[in-house]
């Protein structure tokens, strides 16, 4: 399921979209790959946070965010992701 949450992070207010798929996080950011992470107890939030701020670091002034295609499974979007 295609989901979104917002995240302040130093004054600003981020859209995040993600995927999760029992305890498996998907992360979307402008550049459409995919940052993958177990929950593994962890809010969706705090999972979500430190990719946002890496992401952050390595794209200052970036806004936007990608949105998944919600009408591709899982297992479609890592293959389109992974070129297969």
Do not use: W
């Not at 929950?39 to 952050?56: D, F, K, N, Q």
């Not at 009408?71 to 297969?84: Q, T, W």
Request: net charge negative; with cysteine; proline share 5%.
């Amino acid at each position: 399921m295609n989901d979104e949450i917002i995240i302040a992070h130093n004054g600003k207010a981020y859209t995040v979209q993600y995927l999760l798929n029992d305890d498996e996080l998907h992360v979307y950011f402008a550049d459409c790959q995919p940052r993958i992470t177990m929950l593994r107890g962890l809010t969706v939030e705090a999972a979500i946070r430190p990719h946002l701020i890496s992401y952050l670091k390595l794209n200052p002034g970036d806004t936007s965010m990608c949105e998944p295609e919600s009408d591709m499974s899982l297992v479609e979007i890592a293959r389109h992701f992974n070129g297969k």
